[in-house]
């Protein structure tokens, strides 16, 4: 089944076009990386299936119905820094979308729902590795942490789609892999739909099940603004769920290619 | 070794830092000295010893007129008047500025008022403010609050409007409400910088505070400086002068201290 459709989607800035005539559509529980040129609109096409971005033409069909036009809970996110909020500890970071949900107004609990959403915030920190730091604050871990951090926060809220925007651009290689392996994980465990964008070929191609990549189709040299990226290549991998959660990325990535 | 490189261990640093006072102090001391060597009727620099007789007078002995202690009841009232002051000023920071800075239909219909309001010059808008509430405390407080809250405004909208975009849309994709993500999101965090405000407004309110009192009031530390003036009263005036520096330090002093100890997330240096 089709979880996520995009029909003809445009993103334009006035003059400038940025994405011309995506169509998708995402199936359940599929791991779509996306990679493509600086500047090609994976950004752009994140914030738009995000909705912090309206798309200038085109719908985006979630569940067969069009998605309001702006961010909702249905879909999680993790952005490449700044998804932490830093006047929170981890465990009031990892509680915040639980208390959003349950207390409309303070947007605070007390009593026993407090606990329980604690113990639920508990779980998911020792599902990423945070078991150990529930009390620290953001400005006292590191890029990885914060990270992981940033994946419990929005995985508590059980979103029907996770989006990735570069989740591990900024981090050193060996904790990267450990990254690839705990999302990895994450998403055979939750049953997790996810878009991830990246700069990072061997990333997309060791993650994800299909790789989406954007570029120009048409170049104008006296006009590059007014020719936007759509998918240009849209591979299936054959990854093994099962196999892939002991595989280590830095395995040869022949086993990712599509065999079609 | 470069200048920039040298750091002061603390305990130095307190001796460094006293060293100009000290110097200041003495230089004070031998230029008044000798002008009373010269002149003993000498008003323009008191000696300690004359001073500490003047503000006696003030400090521990009743005014025969009113009965009150004036110094403490001159004291009391400045402090009252900048705390209410202070206090208007800060809370109408904390809920326009937080407004103003996280909702963008709110900012585009008042920014411009606020802008507007805060480039006029507070004293051209005393003798308004001494025409429609009288030459009472209303008017004095009024000038404080006029003087230092679009400031205050200004700085906090801009400070929320300037939070990571990442943060508030992550915010909604955990479910966020827009008014869970003021409380939530940015109330929190405008609560350090509004300490700061608060604390660089700290200067312009002691200015406001003693022009109104200069001007129409019959207690108040600035009033009793500008009465005391009439009679070369320098034995009154730099004790006050000292009195105030050492107050303002004194609140400066506290609201960091409170800073840190309310919000020390916000003092660690991020990574």
């Not at chain 1, 779509?32 to 798309?55: C, H, N």
């Not at chain 1, 990735?164 to 055979?188: C, N, Y």
């Not at chain 1, 061997?202 to 006009?223: I, Q, W, Y």
């Not at chain 2, 405000?197 to 019959?218: K, T």
């Amino acid at each position: 089944m089709s979880t996520l459709s995009l029909r003809n989607v445009w993103v334009e800035y006035g003059e400038k076009i940025v994405l011309e005539g995506v169509s998708l559509d995402i199936e359940d529980r599929s791991f779509v990386s996306i990679i493509g040129p600086s500047g090609a609109g994976k950004s752009s096409l994140l914030r738009v299936i995000l909705g912090q971005e309206v798309p200038s033409r085109g719908t985006i069909l979630l569940d067969g119905e069009a998605l309001p036009p702006e961010c909702g809970p249905d879909r999680g996110v993790v952005f490449q820094r700044y998804s932490v909020f830093s006047h929170l500890s981890v465990l009031g970071n990892t509680m915040f979308g639980l208390e959003c949900a349950q207390a409309p107004f303070a947007a605070r609990l007390f009593g026993t729902k407090r606990q329980a959403a604690r113990e639920r915030a508990e779980e998911m920190l020792v599902a990423v590795g945070l078991g150990d730091s529930m009390h620290l604050y953001p400005s006292e871990m590191s890029g990885g942490m914060q990270q992981r951090l940033a994946i419990a926060q929005a995985l508590i809220k059980r979103p029907r789609i996770l989006l990735l925007d570069e989740p591990f651009g900024a981090l050193d290689p060996g904790i990267r892999s450990d990254m690839h392996a705990l999302v990895t994980k994450l998403w055979q465990d939750y049953a997790l739909t996810v878009i991830m964008v990246t700069h990072d070929i061997k990333e997309a191609f060791s993650l994800g099940t299909r790789v989406l990549t954007l570029d120009k189709r048409r170049h104008d040299p006296h006009a590059p603004h007014r020719y936007g990226a759509t998918t240009v290549y849209d591979l299936e991998l054959t990854r093994n769920a099962r196999a892939d959660a002991t595989r280590d990325d830095t395995e040869d990535m022949s086993a990712g290619f599509p065999t079609t | 070794m470069r200048w920039v490189n040298h750091n002061v261990r603390r305990g130095n640093a307190i001796i460094l830092g006293a060293i100009p006072i000290v110097l200041l102090i003495l230089l004070y001391l031998f230029v008044a000295a000798n002008r009373h060597a010269i002149n003993p009727a000498d008003k323009i620099l008191p000696l300690p010893s004359q001073m500490v007789e003047a503000m006696s007078m003030l400090v521990l002995q009743p005014d025969r007129l009113s009965g009150q202690y004036l110094f403490w009841a001159d004291t009391l009232a400045s402090l009252s008047r900048l705390g209410i002051g202070l206090g208007i000023s800060t809370l109408s920071a904390l809920l326009v500025g937080l407004v103003l800075g996280i909702l963008p239909p709110v900012r585009a219909v008042f920014g411009p008022l606020v802008t507007g309001i805060a480039v006029i010059p507070p004293i051209a808008l005393l003798p308004i403010l001494f025409i429609a509430f009288g030459l009472g405390e209303t008017a004095k407080v009024a000038l404080i609050v006029i003087g230092i809250a679009p400031f205050m405004i200004r700085d906090i909208a801009a400070h929320i409007g300037a939070l990571p975009r990442e943060q508030i849309i992550k915010a909604q994709t955990l479910g966020a409400s827009s008014w869970q993500v003021m409380i939530r999101v940015a109330l929190p965090q405008a609560m350090p910088r509004l300490i700061q405000a608060l604390r660089l407004s700290l200067g312009p309110a002691w200015v406001f505070l003693i022009s109104a009192e200069a001007i129409a009031a019959d207690i108040g530390l600035g009033y009793r400086i500008f009465l005391v003036r009439r009679y070369l009263a320098m034995d009154v005036i730099l004790p006050y002068v000292a009195w105030i520096a050492l107050l303002a330090v004194v609140i400066d002093f506290l609201l960091t201290k409170s800073s840190h100890s309310m919000f020390p997330w916000a003092h660690r240096s991020n990574r």
